[in-house]
């Protein structure tokens, strides 16, 4: 192709894709370039996969921790092939509906092969230039190893080689506590493997919040040693995890979950003139531009918030901004979810964060045993917390810890986008025995501490 394009886009995920598709709606002319599978971390290793097998070790878990007396359930050893086969189908399914399909249907390529930039102006692809107009960069992140002594001898799994896994380990220590290290940890439990968790749980969220997790960790049976590890080393039984209180763990396998790192490496940024943060990802400012006036980049190759509704709409910005237009995102009342047992979500500020900010923080916080869906469904251990602006009113964040918590936030965000109070979200309606009822009762404690009807 010698025309030039009015834009390149490198890679095929969330970020590429919403890209492509603001591309050829503006009527311009665009090509994907993919090295590997078509689809990106979301559909392939990342939120689909895990998410396929934490909902079957939930259904495994249920069965062992039934609350109900009279209806009795059992659940005995797991066939990991078979649940990893028709996890795969499903990807196979959805990357041919979602990625292949969509690009089809919005009339633009995906073409196979490696884009390296030879300079300012020109990226090659397998060695041939593909000129255009601008470039987006969405090369997405992969897991990082951490650098510990001894890490190199154990073989270490990360969240992606974990979910290729066809027989359960009998053990697995798993060193990371944030959202990943949290999901594979409970996957992996709840499927029958002896789980040890090393890190700090959950180092992003309230504090109250926190320690319910600890007590949902502890009814899994998850060993949790909020510590951090030093050193690694393989021994006769499998793999010891040394920490810096000078505990030692042991296990059949290691699973790393400590970060992940940008993919860059094919990219020759230098050539092109394209700066990393301290980090190594692609330093992008408002409008997702880089430091080369014709490269922008959109997605976790840019550090922002890895989820792929964040991927996607930085990539549309990064569509629209490259294209002439004028896009920024805005980030107010980003919702987050771990997908754990108790679910733990967020959307918008925490108390800490309300603080730094400067507000006057009012804060509550409305336990699972006042929330009617939690006792029908006879599982109380959760909460939900609401960071409101004392002189306002206006709600800040919202953050729980329940079955179904990220359900809860859509509604959230809605709240703090609009500019909602807590006189707002208390005196809308909200169905009754659903979870997400408990926004509106945890917005009514502002009013007063005194118990409540079922729904007054």
Known sequence: MSEELDLVVVGSGGAAMAAGIHARRAGRSVVLVERAVVGGTCVNIGCVPSKTLLAASGRREHALHNPFRGVPTQAGPV????????????????????????????????????????GPDTLLVDGQPLPAAAYVLATGAAPAIPDLPGIAEVDPLTSTTAMELTELPDSLIVIGGGYVGLEQAQLFAGLGTRVTLVGRVAPRAEPELVELMRQAFARAGIAVLEQRAVRVAAAADGVQVVTDAGQTVTGDRLLVATGRRAQTDALDLAAAGVAVDERGFIAVDAR???????????????????????????????????LGGK??????????????????????????????????????VLGGQDIPRALTNQHTLGALKI??????????????????????????????????????????WAPYLTMSEALRIAAGLY??????????
């Not at 092939?81 to 690009?103: N, P, S």
């Open 387 to 428: 960071v409101a602006d004392a002189d306002t009113g206006r709600v800040l964040g919202v953050h729980a810890a329940l079955e179904g918590a990220g359900d809860v936030m859509l509604a959230a965000t809605y709240a703090i986008k609009a500019g909602m109070t807590i006189d707002d979200v208390a005196d809308t």
């Open 288 to 322: 997702q531009q880089t430091s080369n006036p014709r490269v922008w980049a959109a997605g976790d190759v840019t550090g922002a918030p890895q989820f792929v509704y964040v991927a996607a709409e930085t990539g549309r910005a990064a569509a629209v901004n490259a």
């Open 447 to 456: 009013r007063d501490d005194k118990p409540t009807s079922c729904c007054a």
């Open 79 to 118: 066939d990991l092939a078979a649940v990893v086969a028709q996890k795969d189908a499903l990807i196979e399914g959805m990357r041919a509906e979602k990625y292949v399909d969509v690009a089809a249907a919005h009339g633009f390529e995906i073409r196979r092969g490696e884009a390296r930039f030879a």
């Open 327 to 364: 896009h920024e995102v805005d980030y107010t009342g980003l919702p987050a979810v771990i997908f754990t047992r108790p679910q733990l979500a967020s959307a918008g500020l925490t108390e800490a964060q309300a603080l730094a900010a400067g507000h006057a923080c009012d804060c509550r």
